[in-house]
């Protein structure tokens, strides 16, 4: 069970509760706050005209709403922006924007009632979360429409994710014998008004390029280990004197990786310490970019993953409300911290880099795939016989084929702004939309390391490699050779794809390298810049 209120959420205790779906509860503490909150509103709005209490939303504010109507203009609140279209947020995406909605509620400036709080921890525990379509608000007062379907479903309409199924509301909560959200003064306007489906999907976004990340060190390592490469591209010495954080961490976490390699070479050995007399040297004597250029390359990419966890951290722990109600003050006040360009710049900065990443994996899947640039392995690392066999060939088109919609879909959502509501949203963040581009983006990244790592494992065994490899390099290809062996005779490969994609996605790969290497040599795990 984990403990929500009176300290910020964190990602991790964020991905116990959506990816290894933690039940959760609140401290009494902070349902004294929400409480508080509640009762200073209700006090302080009699006889006062407040903004989506007695009045109408947006353009319409200039409506004053009679003191009889003011429940029924929550519930059309949530009734009229239920609008979305598209497909289904999956049931993650779900569960994480209901998290994301329920940590800022529990901040005490929203003025919702805490019976609110208290069936949103029962949903969420007993793994229901209304429906929520992918297309929707343009995250200017938040994610209007999106929230909007979480709302909806509170007050038992509209479709739930129940259990894995699409669910009727009403069968949800006549199932677990919870009674639907009442209104009291302004739950309808406190659920909608913010950014968490965007933030509640960069979140899980954050953790999966994390993985991205891990994996793609690993491989890249195991590639260098391949070509018998020399080590000296990953030294402290090389990238200690390029004073970008996210270069040496990752140099660093090669050279953890590596220890214990009987096949990196050094340097020393094979040029500086023997004379070298040939005139045409077989061996290269730097590697191809995409083997050498790994701490350059995917630097940038780890800041950018760090930077966007700092963001999505920042933006789950704050009131994202319009009004905030702010009773240590006495006041209500109007403005737009709902707005999503917070979220929106991430996400954006996020899909360019993990597209680069992917863009390596690619370039190094084609070097293992093409002999005549690494001179070492057959065609297509055909283990079968050539001509009659293909190897690698046919998986090759569907990697390039995700990194070059990556590459489309890398086109900046943050800049695309359309004003809408009676020009009253003038300009926009189109956050979600963002949000969920990355996740395709990541997604598609993901399918592209299952294909290179297929190749690895292939290429391993037909240099009989295995034994040489360093520990943490061993057990990576020990998981996935097990998943998807090396083969000679052709056949469909997409349930071996599958497979790897499925185990590179789930798997905390950071926590066996801790175990495999210490924590002290495998602090990319833990992804903090120190100064």
């Known amino acids: 069970m984990i403990s929500l209120g009176g300290k910020p959420l964190d990602l991790a205790a964020f991905e116990q509760i959506i990816l290894q779906q933690k039940p959760v509860t609140v401290t009494a503490a902070t349902m004294e706050n929400v409480r508080g909150c509640y009762e200073f509103l209700k006090e302080f709005s009699q006889d006062k005209l407040i903004y989506g209490i007695n009045t109408g939303f947006g353009p319409m504010a200039q409506y004053r709403i009679d003191d009889n109507d003011r429940r029924q203009l929550q519930y059309n609140l949530i009734r009229s922006h239920s609008s979305g279209m598209g497909q289904l947020l999956s049931p993650l995406n779900c569960r994480a924007t209901m998290l994301a909605r329920l940590n800022t509620l529990l901040l005490g400036y929203s003025g919702i009632h805490p019976e609110m709080i208290l069936l949103m921890t029962a949903l969420i525990n007993n ?10 608000g343009v995250g200017a007062s938040g994610d209007l429409v999106q929230l909007a379907h979480l709302a909806l479903g509170l007050i038992s309409e509209g479709d739930f994710w129940f259990k894995g199924e699409v669910v009727a509301a009403t069968k949800v909560f006549e199932t677990l014998k919870l009674k639907p959200l009442e209104i009291h003064i302004r739950e309808g306007l406190g659920t909608l008004n ?4 965007m933030t509640g999907i960069g979140a899980i976004n954050v953790l999966h390029a994390r993985k991205l990340m891990t994996g793609q060190i690993l491989f890249s390592l195991m590639v260098n280990e391949i070509m018998e490469a020399y080590d000296d591209h990953f030294s402290d010495e090389l990238n200690k004197v390029k004073l970008h954080p996210g270069q040496q961490m990752v140099a660093k976490a090669m050279r953890a990786i590596s ?21 045409v040297i077989d061996d290269k004597v730097q590697e191809y970019y995409s083997l050498r250029c790994v701490p350059q390359i995917l630097g940038p990419v780890y800041d950018t993953i760090e930077n966007t966890a700092r963001v999505i951290t920042s933006e789950l722990n704050s009131v994202n409300d319009n009004p905030i109600i702010d009773r240590a003050n006495k006041n209500i006040f109007h403005g737009g911290n709902f707005h999503g360009d917070y979220i929106s710049l991430e996400m954006d900065k996020l899909k360019i880099a993990v597209t680069k990443l ?18 070492k392995l057959p065609p297509f690392i055909n283990l079968g016989r050539l001509g009659l066999n293909f190897g690698i060939q046919g998986m090759q088109y569907p990697a390039v084929s995700n990194v070059a919609e990556s590459q489309a879909l890398s086109t900046p959502m943050y800049i695309h702004s359309i004003p809408n509501n009676n020009d009253n ?14 996740a395709r983006v990541i997604e598609n990244s993901f399918e592209v390391l299952s294909v290179h790592g297929l190749a690895i494992i292939q290429a391993i065994d037909f240099k009989e490699y295995k034994e040489r490899l360093s520990p943490a390099t061993r057990w990576m290809y020990d998981e996935l050779s097990a998943l998807a062996p090396s083969f000679k005779e052709d056949s469909p490969s997409s349930e071996r794809l ?5 185990w590179l996605m789930e798997t905390e790969v950071g926590e066996k390298m801790k175990k495999l290497l210490g924590f002290d040599n495998w602090q990319l795990i833990e992804l903090e810049h120190k100064p």
């Not at 793994?127 to 929707?136: D, K, R, S």
């Not at 863009?359 to 690494?374: G, K």
Request: hydrophobic share 35%; proline share 1%; with cysteine.
């Open 425 to 438: 949203q003038d300009i926009v963040s189109m956050g979600c939309n963002a949000a969920q581009m990355c």
């Open 498 to 502: 599958a497979k790897i994609k499925s």
């Open 358 to 375: 992917s863009m390596l994996a690619e370039r190094q899947l084609n070097f293992l795939l093409n002999s005549h640039l690494n001179q």
């Open 259 to 279: 220890k214990k390699s009987g096949l990196l070479r050094k340097r020393h050995e094979h040029l500086y310490d023997k004379k070298v007399t040939e005139e």
């Open 194 to 197: 913010g950014t968490s489906a």
């Open 127 to 136: 793994e229901a979360y209304p429906c929520i379509y992918a297309h929707g």
